[in-house]
């Protein structure tokens, strides 16, 4: 693995996305326009609904954008021919996916600080622990959705067959990380596959930093986000070939 060609990739990725004006704004502005929606639904319900849903909505849209767009753009890269003739040079496949995490990851972080701010500045979300350590985990949130959506790409032939599997992928971990049904309160089946999947552990880590000020609980949830990440970044590793098929 080289540095130099891995901050190569890194930055031909980050140039191919500030052409694609329209890629760029769905990573960047898609979550917030969302979180604004639902805040405006819940602004006259009786109680703090948003601030109740607000912790997994920080959690999960960074993590379904990044999902979908690095899927997506990967797939092109290997039905083009452009990851053939990538790795027909002397680079290695760490260095493709690290400068791909690395590009993906900083434009997560700019996404993810835009949510943050516009939740907690604009809209009201309240928060007992630190704002910085509330980016930190929706950064990790949309990095997990990046490397899955690397991995994913492997098995679609077409664009088409890469958002099939965010039914797949995506869907159940929404519906069993808490934000319809507390965790606890799911029968005992439900709540042992809920334990096994990542998106579970990034809204537990929001819900504690809006409950309290302390951070312990918060980063053992995040080691557990952290370690899905790089366990997709090296089963994207695994997918990788030389040769299309």
């Known amino acids: 693995m080289s540095l130099r060609i891995t901050f190569a990739i890194a930055a031909r990725v980050l140039t191919q996305l500030r052409r694609d004006h329209r890629t760029l704004a769905i990573m960047l502005v898609l979550p917030c326009l969302l979180i ?81 701010a516009l939740s907690v500045g604009l809209l009201g979300l309240s928060i007992e622990g630190p704002v910085w350590l509330l980016t930190v985990v929706a950064v990790a949130d949309a990095v997990l959705g990046s490397a899955l959506g690397l991995f994913v790409s492997a098995f679609a032939r077409t664009e088409f067959q890469a958002v099939q599997f965010m039914p797949a992928l995506v869907i159940p971990q929404i519906l069993l990380c808490g934000l319809f049904v507390p965790r606890a309160a799911l029968p005992d089946v439900l709540n042992a596959i809920s334990d096994v999947l990542p998106l579970s552990y990034a809204v537990d880590a929001m819900e504690h930093l809006t409950r309290s000020s302390s951070t312990g609980e918060v980063w053992t949830d995040l080691a557990v986000v952290t370690a899905y990440a790089v366990a997709g970044l090296a089963l994207g590793a695994g997918t990788l070939r030389r040769r299309s098929e």
């Not at 006259?44 to 601030?51: A, E, H, R, S, V």
């Not at 379904?64 to 797939?75: A, E, P, R």
């Not at 083009?80 to 997560?108: C, H, Q, S, W």
């Open 36 to 116: 604004s929606l639902l805040w405006w639904m819940f602004d006259d319900l009786p109680g703090n609904t948003f601030d109740q849903l607000g912790p997994a909505l920080l959690a999960m849209f960074p993590f379904i954008v990044m999902f979908l767009v690095t899927s997506v753009t990967t797939l092109r890269e290997r039905s083009g021919g452009t990851l053939e003739r990538l790795l027909a040079m002397p680079m290695g496949k760490l260095d493709f996916l690290f400068g791909y995490a690395i590009a993906f990851g900083l434009v997560a972080a700019v996404q993810s600080a835009a949510a943050v």
